[in-house]
Protein backbone atom coordinates (compact mmCIF):
# COMPACT_ATOMS: atom_id res chain seq x y z
CA UNK A 1 0.00 0.00 0.00
CA UNK A 2 1.08 3.15 -1.00
CA UNK A 3 1.29 5.72 2.40
CA UNK A 4 2.95 8.47 4.14
CA UNK A 5 3.38 8.28 7.76
CA UNK A 6 4.31 11.99 9.77
CA UNK A 7 5.50 12.69 12.80
CA UNK A 8 7.17 14.80 14.87
CA UNK A 9 4.46 17.51 15.90
CA UNK A 10 3.66 18.61 19.54
CA UNK A 11 3.62 21.69 21.86
CA UNK A 12 6.48 24.04 20.79
CA UNK A 13 7.32 27.41 22.67
CA UNK A 14 7.54 30.55 20.16
CA UNK A 15 10.91 30.77 18.61
CA UNK A 16 11.27 27.41 19.56
CA UNK A 17 12.61 24.56 16.62
CA UNK A 18 11.13 21.20 16.00
CA UNK A 19 11.56 18.41 13.01
CA UNK A 20 8.73 16.92 11.07
CA UNK A 21 9.27 13.59 9.49
CA UNK A 22 7.18 11.81 6.68
CA UNK A 23 7.77 7.87 6.45
CA UNK A 24 7.13 7.03 2.83
CA UNK A 25 5.95 3.32 1.88
CA UNK A 26 4.78 1.17 -0.66
CA UNK A 27 6.28 3.05 -3.86
CA UNK A 28 10.19 4.00 -5.02
CA UNK A 29 10.38 7.25 -2.82
CA UNK A 30 13.49 8.48 -4.41
CA UNK A 31 11.48 8.73 -7.76
CA UNK A 32 9.51 11.54 -6.76
CA UNK A 33 9.42 15.03 -5.80
CA UNK A 34 7.61 16.00 -2.12
CA UNK A 35 5.93 18.53 -0.24
CA UNK A 36 4.75 19.89 2.92
CA UNK A 37 1.32 21.64 2.83
CA UNK A 38 -0.11 23.07 5.75
CA UNK A 39 -3.54 23.68 7.65
CA UNK A 40 -4.18 25.95 10.13
CA UNK A 41 -6.66 25.56 12.43
CA UNK A 42 -10.31 26.06 10.85
CA UNK A 43 -8.82 27.50 7.63
CA UNK A 44 -7.49 26.42 4.13
CA UNK A 45 -4.49 25.16 2.95
CA UNK A 46 -1.49 26.65 2.83
CA UNK A 47 1.70 25.70 0.80
CA UNK A 48 5.21 25.30 2.31
CA UNK A 49 7.99 23.51 0.97
CA UNK A 50 9.02 21.30 -1.80
CA UNK A 51 12.20 19.55 -2.84
CA UNK A 52 13.10 17.01 -5.56
CA UNK A 53 13.77 13.75 -6.18
CA UNK A 54 17.37 14.24 -5.07
CA UNK A 55 17.36 16.69 -2.59
CA UNK A 56 19.03 18.50 -5.16
CA UNK A 57 16.84 21.19 -5.54
CA UNK A 58 14.41 23.12 -2.66
CA UNK A 59 11.51 25.73 -2.89
CA UNK A 60 9.87 27.65 0.29
CA UNK A 61 7.46 29.40 0.58
CA UNK A 62 8.15 33.31 1.12
CA UNK A 63 6.63 32.82 4.94
CA UNK A 64 8.37 30.28 5.90
CA UNK A 65 11.78 31.24 4.32
CA UNK A 66 15.03 31.40 6.02
CA UNK A 67 13.30 29.35 8.86
CA UNK A 68 12.39 26.02 7.90
CA UNK A 69 14.27 23.50 5.81
CA UNK A 70 13.14 20.73 3.78
CA UNK A 71 15.69 17.65 3.52
CA UNK A 72 14.82 13.67 2.52
CA UNK A 73 17.58 10.74 3.23
CA UNK A 74 16.35 8.48 0.62
CA UNK A 75 18.06 5.24 1.82
CA UNK A 76 15.55 5.79 5.13
CA UNK A 77 12.48 6.57 2.61
CA UNK A 78 12.08 9.64 4.78
CA UNK A 79 11.34 13.10 4.28
CA UNK A 80 11.94 16.16 6.77
CA UNK A 81 11.10 19.61 7.63
CA UNK A 82 13.17 21.53 10.16
CA UNK A 83 11.02 23.74 11.97
CA UNK A 84 12.88 27.46 13.40
CA UNK A 85 12.27 30.33 15.07
CA UNK A 86 8.48 29.33 15.10
CA UNK A 87 6.07 31.91 15.73
CA UNK A 88 2.12 31.50 16.48
CA UNK A 89 1.17 31.84 13.16
CA UNK A 90 2.92 28.70 12.39
CA UNK A 91 0.58 26.53 14.60
CA UNK A 92 -0.92 24.21 11.69
CA UNK A 93 -1.36 20.62 10.80
CA UNK A 94 1.30 20.20 8.86
CA UNK A 95 0.77 17.31 5.93
CA UNK A 96 3.32 15.67 3.56
CA UNK A 97 2.57 14.82 0.05
CA UNK A 98 4.01 13.29 -3.24
CA UNK A 99 4.49 15.14 -6.21
CA UNK A 100 2.52 12.81 -9.18
CA UNK A 101 5.18 14.21 -11.47
CA UNK A 102 3.78 13.86 -14.89
CA UNK A 103 1.79 11.56 -14.22
CA UNK A 104 -0.74 13.54 -13.12
CA UNK A 105 0.55 16.81 -13.89
CA UNK A 106 2.51 17.47 -10.31
CA UNK A 107 -0.73 17.29 -8.60
CA UNK A 108 -0.14 15.84 -5.21
CA UNK A 109 -1.50 12.46 -5.15
CA UNK A 110 -0.54 11.07 -2.06
CA UNK A 111 -1.26 12.73 1.35
CA UNK A 112 -0.25 11.62 4.68
CA UNK A 113 -2.46 12.24 7.38
CA UNK A 114 -0.97 15.06 9.07
CA UNK A 115 1.22 15.74 11.81
CA UNK A 116 -0.19 19.03 14.55
CA UNK A 117 2.10 21.52 15.66
CA UNK A 118 1.36 23.83 18.11
CA UNK A 119 2.80 27.17 18.95
CA UNK A 120 1.80 28.47 22.04
CA UNK A 121 4.10 29.86 25.66
CA UNK B 1 -6.43 36.48 0.68
CA UNK B 2 -5.96 33.47 -2.19
CA UNK B 3 -4.45 33.97 -5.46
CA UNK B 4 -7.29 31.36 -6.21
CA UNK B 5 -10.43 32.92 -5.51
CA UNK B 6 -13.26 30.64 -4.87
CA UNK B 7 -16.52 30.79 -3.10
CA UNK B 8 -16.30 30.23 0.43
CA UNK B 9 -19.82 27.82 0.39
CA UNK B 10 -21.95 26.19 -1.94
CA UNK B 11 -24.93 23.62 -1.30
CA UNK B 12 -27.14 21.51 -2.92
CA UNK B 13 -29.84 19.02 -2.16
CA UNK B 14 -29.40 15.28 -2.66
CA UNK B 15 -29.27 14.28 -6.84
CA UNK B 16 -28.76 17.93 -7.64
CA UNK B 17 -25.77 19.14 -9.77
CA UNK B 18 -23.18 21.29 -8.19
CA UNK B 19 -20.25 23.42 -9.50
CA UNK B 20 -17.40 24.99 -8.05
CA UNK B 21 -15.14 27.80 -9.39
CA UNK B 22 -11.91 28.87 -9.15
CA UNK B 23 -11.08 32.17 -10.44
CA UNK B 24 -7.79 32.99 -11.33
CA UNK B 25 -5.67 35.48 -13.55
CA UNK B 26 -3.02 35.84 -16.43
CA UNK B 27 0.06 34.88 -14.38
CA UNK B 28 -1.83 31.68 -13.08
CA UNK B 29 -4.95 29.91 -14.60
CA UNK B 30 -4.47 32.20 -17.33
CA UNK B 31 -1.07 31.52 -18.06
CA UNK B 32 -1.75 28.02 -18.85
CA UNK B 33 -1.20 26.34 -15.86
CA UNK B 34 -2.90 23.33 -14.92
CA UNK B 35 -5.38 23.12 -12.43
CA UNK B 36 -5.88 20.20 -10.07
CA UNK B 37 -8.95 19.62 -7.17
CA UNK B 38 -8.84 18.18 -4.15
CA UNK B 39 -11.58 17.26 -1.77
CA UNK B 40 -10.89 17.40 2.36
CA UNK B 41 -13.45 15.58 4.42
CA UNK B 42 -14.61 15.91 7.71
CA UNK B 43 -11.21 15.49 10.01
CA UNK B 44 -9.36 13.90 6.81
CA UNK B 45 -6.19 14.75 4.77
CA UNK B 46 -6.83 16.61 1.64
CA UNK B 47 -7.27 13.96 -1.34
CA UNK B 48 -6.42 14.03 -5.15
CA UNK B 49 -9.77 14.38 -6.89
CA UNK B 50 -9.13 16.28 -10.19
CA UNK B 51 -5.86 16.42 -11.97
CA UNK B 52 -4.44 18.43 -15.36
CA UNK B 53 -7.96 20.22 -14.93
CA UNK B 54 -10.23 17.19 -16.16
CA UNK B 55 -8.67 14.21 -15.17
CA UNK B 56 -9.88 11.83 -12.71
CA UNK B 57 -7.45 9.61 -11.03
CA UNK B 58 -8.35 5.98 -10.52
CA UNK B 59 -11.33 5.53 -7.88
CA UNK B 60 -13.06 8.57 -8.12
CA UNK B 61 -16.67 8.52 -9.81
CA UNK B 62 -17.56 10.15 -12.87
CA UNK B 63 -19.74 11.87 -10.91
CA UNK B 64 -16.76 14.59 -10.31
CA UNK B 65 -15.40 16.24 -13.20
CA UNK B 66 -13.40 19.25 -13.68
CA UNK B 67 -12.87 22.40 -16.85
CA UNK B 68 -10.85 24.85 -16.83
CA UNK B 69 -11.32 28.01 -19.69
CA UNK B 70 -9.32 31.53 -19.48
CA UNK B 71 -8.57 32.36 -16.19
CA UNK B 72 -11.03 30.43 -14.71
CA UNK B 73 -11.81 26.33 -13.79
CA UNK B 74 -14.41 24.51 -12.39
CA UNK B 75 -15.22 21.44 -10.52
CA UNK B 76 -18.71 19.99 -10.93
CA UNK B 77 -20.53 17.68 -9.01
CA UNK B 78 -23.50 15.80 -10.38
CA UNK B 79 -25.90 13.67 -8.38
CA UNK B 80 -24.62 14.41 -5.11
CA UNK B 81 -24.45 12.30 -2.81
CA UNK B 82 -24.06 13.09 1.06
CA UNK B 83 -20.82 11.73 1.21
CA UNK B 84 -19.77 14.39 -1.41
CA UNK B 85 -19.63 17.18 1.97
CA UNK B 86 -16.70 18.28 2.34
CA UNK B 87 -14.48 20.59 1.65
CA UNK B 88 -12.98 21.34 -1.91
CA UNK B 89 -9.51 23.03 -2.36
CA UNK B 90 -8.38 24.30 -6.58
CA UNK B 91 -4.57 24.49 -6.45
CA UNK B 92 -2.22 25.45 -9.42
CA UNK B 93 1.05 27.38 -10.10
CA UNK B 94 1.63 31.35 -9.97
CA UNK B 95 4.24 32.81 -12.19
CA UNK B 96 6.35 35.03 -9.69
CA UNK B 97 9.83 36.48 -10.31
CA UNK B 98 11.22 33.96 -8.17
CA UNK B 99 9.62 31.59 -10.63
CA UNK B 100 6.78 29.28 -9.96
CA UNK B 101 4.75 29.67 -6.70
CA UNK B 102 2.28 26.67 -5.80
CA UNK B 103 -0.91 27.83 -5.28
CA UNK B 104 -4.10 27.33 -3.29
CA UNK B 105 -7.66 28.41 -3.62
CA UNK B 106 -9.16 29.68 -0.75
CA UNK B 107 -11.52 26.42 -0.36
CA UNK B 108 -15.41 25.66 -0.57
CA UNK B 109 -17.15 24.38 1.82
CA UNK B 110 -19.96 21.89 -0.15
CA UNK B 111 -22.93 21.00 1.89
CA UNK B 112 -25.48 18.72 1.27
CA UNK B 113 -29.00 19.56 2.10
Known amino acids: EVQLVESGGGLVQPGGSLRLSCAAS????????MHWVRQAPGKGLEYVSA????????YYANSVKGRFTISRDNSKNTLYLQMGSLRAEDMAVYYC??????????????WGQGTMVTVSS | QSVLTQPPSVSGAPGQRVTISCTGSSSNIGAGYDVHWYQQLPGTAPKLLIYGNSNRPSGVPDRFSGSKSGTSASLAITGLQAEDEADYYCQSYDSSLSGEDVVFGGGTKLTVL
Open chain 1, 26 to 33: GFTFSSYA
Open chain 1, 51 to 58: ISSNGGST
Open chain 1, 97 to 110: ARDGEMATGEAFDI
